[in-house]
Nanobody, 121 residues
Framework: QVQLVESGGGLVQPGGSLRLSCAAS????????MGWYRQAPGKQRDFIAS???????NYADSVKGRFSISRDSGKNTVYLQMVSLKPEDTAVYLC???????????????WGQGTQVTVSS
């Protein structure tokens, strides 16, 4: 069993910054990619950013230049630094991790519960 717990969400004014964290725990042999999606009310879940085991990163066009993803592999934690936040960034932010629970298992995706980010004046 693997759990992901997000933190760092909240209310911020337009132009402000937030840093989200997502820590994985449980039966972890190794973690490949980790990343973030977001989902606004009534909308589909959208990809935001990912980071591979080699620290290669990918970003959605809507956040390039404003969001930065990083990870601490020793802590099984992924971070999302968000600056220049806009009202349209308001959503529940969910992290995921592609985890192997043993040397014999294949990778499977685990999701966190999400953390609310609200950008409003």
């Amino acid at each position: 069993q693997v759990q992901l717990v997000e933190s760092g969400g909240g209310l911020v004014q337009p132009g402000g910054s937030l840093r989200l964290s997502c820590a994985a725990s449980g039966s972890i042999f190794s973690i490949n990619a980790m990343g973030w999606y977001r989902q606004a009310p009534g909308k589909q879940r959208d990809f935001i950013a990912s980071i591979g085991s080699g620290d290669n990163t990918n970003y959605a066009d809507s956040v390039k230049g404003r969001f930065s993803i990083s990870r601490d592999s020793g802590k099984n934690t992924v971070y999302l630094q968000m600056v220049s936040l806009k009202p349209e960034d308001t959503a529940v932010y969910l992290c995921y991790a592609n985890v192997r629970t043993s040397r014999f298992s294949s990778s499977s995706t685990t999701w966190g519960q999400g953390t609310q980010v609200t950008v409003s004046s």
